[in-house]
């Protein structure tokens, strides 16, 4: 009883953060911003979600927290290779950006 | 003589850290401690750290020592919290209504030589809600940032990088 109540409380204060990101993808202006959004409070989220569900069952605790600890490894490298793709495409920064180094750099000349 | 003996210390050294993780990660998926699955994880742990020893090798991971265990350990509790704190600040940006955001990519130096040592340290300030690694050109890690603190390299580097590079740094020295 007390396991499955710790385990509900775990992958809802994940689910919630999957809501947040979700609804950072709708509110924030450029797409840097929304992969911010998108991905770090889903790797929190998917990661409570499933040790959550890796407490209610006991059985399967191993195999959430592999899983869990894969999203947390591969999430960062999917967020990078996504922000560096756009970056070398030429997506422009949304307007309220303060400050841009890559525009000093050779390797990011303007392409747009 | 003395070279060619370290050298092999160090590949069989290399090849049993592989095994190691090889059969944890068996033991964690299979969950149970028959010995016929346990005889199935030994035996598919030794084929693949036989494959990929050299792969391996050329990540020029560190030896274990005890130090450097108790530093990661203490590195994985420091982004543990970090990554809860980052997320409950990037949920109220997100829920605030005026949606308080200073965007920008900034550039930050880092000490670290290893290519792995840089990616742990990339991956962790990408895990830390906020920012996020666009690149890494030499040992400029360009990170873009949610709310930009200062764009100024140092400040910058001391207040994305400088709670985890300590501590990588005494991993990987």
Same mark, same amino acid.
């Given at each position: 009883?007390?396991?499955?109540?710790?385990?509900?409380?775990?992958?809802?204060?994940?689910?919630?953060?999957?809501?947040?990101?979700?609804?950072?993808?709708?509110?924030?202006?450029?797409?840097?911003?929304?992969?911010?959004?998108?991905?770090?409070?889903?790797?929190?989220?998917?990661?409570?979600?499933?040790?959550?569900?890796?407490?209610?069952?006991?059985?399967?605790?191993?195999?959430?927290?592999?899983?869990?600890?894969?999203?947390?490894?591969? *999430?960062?490298?999917? *967020?990078?290779?996504?922000?560096?793709?756009?970056?070398?495409?030429?997506?422009?920064?949304?307007?309220?950006?303060?400050?841009?180094?890559?525009?000093?750099?050779?390797?990011?000349?303007?392409?747009? | 003589?003395?070279?060619?003996? *370290?050298?092999?210390?160090?590949?069989?050294?290399?090849?049993?850290?592989?095994?190691?993780?090889?059969?944890?990660?068996?033991?964690?998926?299979?969950?149970?401690?028959?010995?016929?699955?346990?005889?199935?994880?030994?035996?598919?742990?030794?084929?693949?750290?036989?494959?990929?020893?050299?792969?391996?090798?050329?990540?020029?991971?560190?030896?274990?020592?005890?130090?450097?265990?108790?530093?990661?350990?203490?590195?994985?509790?420091?982004?543990?919290?970090?990554?809860?704190?980052? *997320?409950?600040?990037?949920?109220?940006?997100?829920?605030?209504?005026?949606?308080?955001?200073?965007?920008?990519?900034?550039?930050?130096?880092?000490?670290?030589?290893?290519?792995?040592?840089?990616?742990?340290?990339?991956?962790?300030?990408?895990?830390?809600?906020?920012?996020?690694?666009?690149?890494?050109?030499?040992?400029?890690?360009?990170?873009?940032?949610?709310?930009?603190?200062?764009?100024?390299?140092?400040?910058?580097?001391?207040?994305?990088?400088?709670?985890?590079?300590?501590?990588?740094?005494?991993?990987?020295?």
């Amino acid at each position: 009883m007390v396991r499955v109540v710790a385990g509900t409380i775990v992958s809802g204060i994940g689910v919630f953060f999957l809501l947040v990101g979700s609804l950072g993808v709708f509110r924030m202006p450029d797409v840097y911003n929304r992969l911010q959004a998108g991905t770090k409070c889903t790797t929190l989220g998917a990661f409570l979600a499933m040790v959550g569900v890796g407490i209610i069952e006991p059985q399967w605790f191993w195999k959430t927290l592999v899983i869990a600890l894969f999203i947390l490894v591969t *999430n960062p490298v999917s *967020n990078h290779a996504i922000g560096r793709a756009s970056k070398k495409c030429g997506v422009p920064l949304c307007d309220r950006s303060v400050v841009d180094v890559t525009e000093s750099l050779k390797e990011y000349e303007d392409r747009s | 003589m003395t070279d060619t003996t *370290n050298e092999r210390t160090g590949r069989m050294r290399d090849y049993c850290y592989l095994f190691v993780m090889l059969f944890a990660t068996w033991l964690m998926l299979t969950s149970s401690l028959q010995w016929q699955e346990l005889t199935t994880g030994a035996l598919i742990s030794v084929v693949l750290a036989i494959y990929l020893g050299k792969t391996y090798a050329s990540l020029g991971m560190p030896p274990l020592s005890v130090k450097r265990i108790g530093y990661f350990i203490a590195y994985l509790a420091i982004l543990f919290v970090e990554v809860m704190r980052a *997320n409950f600040d990037v949920a109220c940006i997100v829920l605030h209504p005026k949606l308080p955001i200073k965007p920008g990519i900034v550039a930050v130096k880092t000490d670290l030589k290893q290519d792995v040592a840089k990616m742990i340290l990339a991956n962790s300030i990408t895990l830390t809600p906020g920012t996020f690694t666009l690149d890494i050109i030499g040992d400029t890690l360009l990170v873009h940032w949610i709310v930009v603190k200062s764009e100024d390299g140092e400040e910058a580097a001391r207040l994305i990088s400088g709670r985890f590079e300590k501590y990588l740094k005494a991993v990987f020295a």
